[in-house]
């Protein structure tokens, strides 16, 4: 009889970790959303927003460093809720930020095949909006069937995809230090520096945006038992990453301001392109089109690898539909709920682009950003001696700081993604008294069978 081998492999290293947090990071955000930025504020003090967002998410991966390294598990967020709230609201708000995941994931990673596809329009200007959306979730697909492999494999296929990253933004990077101009860089509309309402609406807007691209600087830590060596690992992983990263997005976007007006960049949907196609030509520009739909998709295939981890995580504890946590029997994956996700995913990509950036936004921030925030307070109170394998610089300073954003941020999202994100969670708080009442779960009494608990 053969046995079946059901556990997953620790495969990853801290470059695979580092890689995957980067690939995730710079995806189709910058590429495409600095556009969207720059018409937020309306000129390139929408810089000031990417200083924000960079500051609010290097604070942030100080949150994720303790927590992942303090509380290891495969599923991230879903663990350092549940363990942190234990003693009151643990498992509703652990059943809260997987409902709310099933929404703000799968749209997170739409977001990018929808970007991606863009781009493609570049070199076939001729597809329709139609023909964009159906190709996004022809790829979304395609992801899924990569991922029915090894978790080897897909490490290395993530090193790949983030070389490709990394060539991608160092030809973006030459092209503007070879073509700067100035003038271009700091052409401030008149009286743009006046700390009106409208000028913190946009900056607000422009941090949200900026906060977007930036997301994914935790992506590894939803893998735990699949790296080896996590307490070491992950806090190098995700400082590095967001550290390095926020680096290159300011130098790479300060650079695009310099070679073309922001006028213009504001009304591009593939600006990287256009300016290459502007300084080199249409072939040239197709190439490194390639190279950009490339690095998005990156950034999708790592994050349906660590997102597929997170409903398993909660199934595997008896939070969720106890299908998925199945794991494949020869590959070593939780494949079932793989395809729950992959399959959001394909949904959610035949929606508007700034829709889906809404909808991933709105229904994180209450619960994930803001909840792992006051948890790492929570554990450093009630569990003084824990063990930190890492411990947060200059706490709790870092937690005031990407609390204040994150609270900033969502507020600028405005009434529609505010009131999205709310409904979202009320829902998910129906279906959890319908859970907890089923599995006689709290707040409802545990039901007494013989001298047995159900």
């Known amino acids: 009889m053969q046995l079946k081998n059901n556990h997953l492999d620790r495969s990853l290293g801290l470059l695979h970790a580092t890689a995957s947090n980067m690939s995730t990071m710079v995806g189709i955000g910058p590429f495409i959303t600095f556009p969207l930025i720059i018409s937020a504020i309306g000129g390139p003090q929408a810089m000031f927003g990417w200083a924000i967002g960079a500051i609010i998410a290097i604070s942030d991966g100080q949150v994720w460093a303790e927590l992942s390294t303090s509380l290891p598990g495969e599923g991230g967020t879903y663990i350092y809720l549940r363990e942190a709230y234990k003693k009151y609201f643990g498992k509703l708000i652990a059943f809260l930020f997987i409902w709310s995941f099933l929404l703000s994931g799968p749209f997170e990673i ?75 860089a700091f ?41 080896k060596n996590p307490g070491y690992v992950f806090p190098r992983a995700i400082i590095w990453s967001v550290i390095g990263v926020s680096i290159l997005y300011a130098v790479m976007n300060f650079l695009i301001l310099g070679v073309t007006h922001w006028k213009i960049v504001a009304n591009s949907t593939h600006i990287v392109s256009d300016i290459f196609k502007n300084y080199y030509g249409q072939n040239i520009a197709v190439v490194v089109t390639i190279l ?35 794991i494949h029997p020869t590959k070593h994956f939780p494949h079932y709920s793989l395809l729950v996700v992959g399959a959001i995913t394909c949904i959610a990509s035949l929606f508007d682009l700034a829709f889906i950036i809404a909808a991933t936004l709105s229904s994180r921030i209450l619960i994930q950003f803001i909840g792992q925030i006051v948890a790492l307070t929570v554990l450093r109170k009630t569990k003084p001696d824990m063990k930190r394998p890492y411990k947060m610089w200059l706490y709790p300073t870092p937690s005031i700081v990407a609390f204040i954003g994150f609270g900033f941020i969502f507020i600028s999202s405005g009434f529609e993604a505010i009131s999205l994100g709310i409904l979202w969670l009320a829902i998910g708080g129906g279906f959890f008294i319908y859970w907890a009442k089923t599995n006689s779960e709290w707040p409802f009494p545990i039901k007494i069978s013989g001298d047995t608990l159900e």
């Open 110 to 184: 739409a977001s990018g095949f929808v970007g991606m596809m863009h781009y493609i329009s570049f070199i076939w200007p001729s597809l329709t909006e139609t023909h964009l959306r159906l190709l996004s979730f022809a790829a979304g697909v395609m992801t899924i069937i990569l991922h029915y492999n090894r978790i080897k494999f897909v490490g290395t296929l993530t090193l790949i995809l983030w070389s490709i990253m990394l060539v991608t933004v160092a030809s973006t990077v030459i092209v503007g230090i070879i073509h700067f101009n100035p003038a271009y």
């Open 187 to 227: 052409a401030f509309p008149k009286g743009w520096f006046s700390f009106s309402w409208g000028f913190v609406l946009g900056l607000g807007s422009a941090t949200l945006i900026a906060m977007y691209d930036l997301l994914g600087y935790y992506n590894i830590c939803y893998l735990e038992e699949e790296v």
């Open 292 to 326: 950009v739909v490339l690095t998005a998709y990156g950034s999708i295939y790592s994050l349906m690898m660590s997102y597929s981890r997170i409903p398993f995580a909660a199934a595997r504890d008896g939070f969720f539909f106890d299908w998925l946590k199945a």
